[in-house]
């Protein structure tokens, strides 16, 4: 009963959810999401700087997220290439000094707080030119004025020694001198009016920031302090924001009001000594937020989305789009690829909204136990739910990879938009997977050459297409080079390699061996000259890097004029495919032995042997995971991951194979999944994850659950449809005729030579 229930309801989902009906729905969700931010952008205050400035909260200890976008944590070397040359005055009372000494720390973290509190402190940075001054007012009165008015005269004379950053802020001494009068209050005011007109003269060449008053914690307040009320606090913000609002002429030039860092306070001030000054998390946010405001429009990190102006658009870019806009425009051609690049030029405009353009919003991940183990957990429930009877019960069987593809890369999705790399033990239990897939890569093209024996050109081309063409379309619209999706030129360069090593002389295939089992030690030779090359490279580091950065074959290859990614990627699973190809060779030997028994519900090997390597399986297993989950510093684990990745995916496949029953079923959800884990692992870079895979998209603000199941929807549709998109145009671009197949080729590579010399005149940038 519970199996028939079981049936009918995976029968009725099927039958109204189907993957056309989702499709409209993702397009129809596209459009409204698309309408709604745009005009929230324009009409509802879509200013990331102001976002920056103003709003925030804490996703975990010590990381600030601002409100629809994300903030980059600068470093030494960065904030000194910003700032070079330049002047910064912080002015106030001893709240803003805090922040003048985490602004400085940032520079040069061997800065000490030391010195008389009430005095004007000077730091300079010789490597960059830079100064950074304090100077003590404490309160807003006429010395505060006069001394923004010296500022506006060396404007006025174009001297040098105006800032070019100017931090201003003090309201707790009035308070406190005055014991919170409301006289004190009005003259506060009255002087704020005053000074509103200098600062605004100010930001006219300057970036000018008056910094809110932050809360207190009045319980922890000594009692000369008492009269430091939050309402007090409250009532001077009040009359700040007021009159600087007031006082703005234009939204270019004003004076920028800094809120976020109260709102930290409201979070942290409870564990402040004096219940007055600020904690180091507080003044870190104010920090990183004056950084970013002034910053990001200069250095333009890809994880600062604040402040970040769209990049302008490359020739590259604007003729990708006017080729699919052309495209569109002849829409109604009704034959198939040309539909297919229509559909095409849809989603790549989709993918540009997503991550060049400021409409959606992004924000930083934060690595929580509950993001990656939860939605692991639902994946789990949802690939059991639906499980199928295999067609059939080999081993490795095609439904069985699928499932295995499938549900590796679920978790690797899961591990990318959860932050997961943060914690060690499943970094490396990622990095397995990534293994694996590259073991999956060896075992299936070793496979099918040595069965088929079909090294032709049409073949080859069809394994290039379908790897390549999502990633050299977003090559041209994205503005990335072929190395930043590196998964793809990984896989694209195992098989070229593979291909080489089996289609060289002397072919041997399975047909061959079986007629003198001399070939079966050629096919051992021929691997063992493989893992000697992979060997060469491996301890000829300088030797990898000229091979790979001979023109033109170094833009492949290079990221940020670099092979050293490349040079990471692939030795950190160098022998990966190797295992594999040795995998396969091993057990089509086995099979044509007839050592195996793959009929269904019957072990692969006897009874006693299944029994036996099943319990070695298990112990494998388990065993790496246990040194996975005790490693304690990637560098290191990353030594060991080569030699000993093999072992974990041996165990797996052993325990997934060995008993019959296993082999019987395999998880239908899983394997759907599977045949677009190329799609999903490219398309996540821009329409699920934000800035180049730094952050998280947010199409629905302030709900992080809906956000992730509306992206996610979306996403999951638009990788599904660019699979099928890349089938249809790979019967038309890779034709079976030799002739019109050399032709189509000569045409691509004149083409890429093309984008080559109109990228290398762009400016350089990726």
Not at 645 to 668: D, E
Request: aromatic residues 14%; positive net charge.
């Amino acid at each position: 009963m519970a199996v028939l229930a079981y049936s009918l309801g995976k029968r009725e989902i099927n039958q109204y959810f189907t993957i056309k009906n989702a499709k409209l729905l993702s397009l129809a969700a596209v459009f409204l999401l698309t309408v709604l931010h745009s005009l929230s952008r324009h009409y509802g205050g879509g200013d990331t700087c102001e976002w920056l400035l103003s709003s925030g909260k804490f996703l975990g200890e010590g990381v600030w997220q601002p409100y629809g976008c994300m903030m980059h944590r600068y470093k030494s070397t960065e904030a000194k290439d910003c700032l070079h040359q330049k002047r910064v005055a912080f002015v106030g009372d001893s709240r803003i000094r805090q922040l003048f000494y985490s602004y400085v720390k940032l520079i040069n973290a061997d800065v000490k707080e030391e010195g008389n509190k009430h005095e004007n402190i000077p730091f300079e940075d010789r490597s960059s030119s830079l100064k950074v001054d304090f100077l003590w007012y404490a309160e807003v009165n006429n010395s505060m004025k006069d001394q923004l008015m010296s500022w506006t005269e060396c404007l006025f004379q174009k001297t040098a020694m105006k800032p070019d950053i100017i931090v201003v802020g003090a309201a707790t001494w009035s308070i406190k001198l005055h014991n919170g009068s409301s006289e004190t209050l009005h003259q506060y005011k009255a002087n704020l009016t005053a000074v509103a007109y200098v600062l605004q003269r100010l930001a006219e060449s300057s970036d000018v920031f008056w910094v809110l008053q932050d809360p207190v914690y009045e319980d922890l307040l000594s009692d000369n302090r008492k009269m430091i009320t939050n309402q007090q606090i409250d009532w001077y913000n009040e009359a700040a924001l007021s009159t600087l609002s007031s006082a703005e002429r234009s939204a270019d030039l004003r004076v920028k009001i800094l809120g976020a860092s109260r709102l930290a306070a409201q979070e942290t001030m409870s564990e402040s000594l004096d219940g007055l000054h600020l904690t180091e998390s507080t003044r870190d946010v104010g920090t990183m937020v004056l950084m970013n405001s002034v910053c990001n429009k200069i250095l333009k990190p890809i994880d600062g989305s604040c402040c970040h102006p769209p990049p302008p658009a490359t020739t590259v870019q604007l003729l990708t789009a006017c080729f699919f806009l052309a495209a569109i425009g002849g829409f109604l051609a009704l034959n198939v690829p040309f539909h297919a690049v229509c559909k095409l030029g849809l989603i790549m405009a989709y993918f540009y909204l997503c991550d060049r353009a400021n409409v959606f919003m992004k924000e930083q991940k934060f690595y929580t136990h509950s993001t990656f183990f939860i939605p692991l957990i639902y994946i789990v429930v949802l690939g059991v739910f639906y499980n199928e009877n295999s067609k059939e019960t080999k081993l490795l069987n095609r439904e069985q990879t699928d499932e295995w593809k499938g549900w590796m890369q679920l978790v690797i999705l899961i591990y990318h938009i959860s932050g997961a790399s943060a914690f060690i033990p499943v970094y490396m239990h990622v990095r397995v997977l990534v293994a694996a897939y590259l073991f999956q890569t060896g075992y299936g093209h070793f496979s099918f050459f040595w069965l088929k024996g079909d090294f032709g050109l049409y073949r080859v081309c069809q394994v290039l297409f379908r790897l390549n063409f999502l990633v050299v379309v977003l090559c041209l619209v994205m503005n990335r080079s072929y190395q930043f999706y590196y998964f793809v030129p990984l896989v694209t360069f195992w098989f070229a390699v593979i291909y080489v090593t089996l289609a060289m002389w002397p072919q041997i295939l399975q047909k061959k061996a079986n007629a003198s089992g001399i070939w079966h030690l050629g096919v051992m030779l021929k691997l063992l000259a493989l893992l000697l090359f992979i060997c060469f490279l491996m301890y000829s580091q300088g030797a990898f890097e000229s091979i790979f950065s001979v023109w033109p074959i170094s833009k492949l290859f290079e990221l940020q004029g670099s092979v050293h990614e490349w040079w990471f990627r692939w030795k950190l699973d160098r022998f990966a495919v190797i295992h594999g190809m040795l995998f396969a060779f091993v057990y089509l030997l086995l099979q044509k032995c007839q050592v195996l028994s793959e009929g269904k519900g019957e072990p692969l090997f006897s009874n006693k042997v299944s029994n036996c390597l099943l319990f070695v399986s298990v112990v494998s297993f388990l065993t790496y995971s246990i040194w996975a989950s005790s490693c304690r510093n990637k560098t290191e684990c990353n030594e060991l991951h080569p030699y000993i990745s093999v072992v974990q995916i041996l165990a797996f496949v052993l325990i997934r194979n060995i008993p019959g029953y296993a082999r019987s079923v395999y998880s239908s959800f899983f394997a759907w999944f599977g045949k677009i884990s190329l799609e999903l692992f490219i398309c996540q870079y821009h329409i699920w994850l934000a800035a180049d895979t730094k952050g998280i998209l947010v199409l629905i603000p302030g709900n992080p659950m809906l956000n992730i199941v509306v992206s996610t929807f979306i996403f999951v549709c638009v990788a599904h449809e660019i699979s099928q998109i890349t089938n249809d145009l790979a019967q038309v671009a890779i034709p079976k005729e030799s002739p019109a197949l050399l032709k189509r080729m000569l045409i691509t590579a004149v083409f890429f030579m093309a984008v080559l010399v109109l990228s290398m005149r762009e400016r350089p940038g990726h």
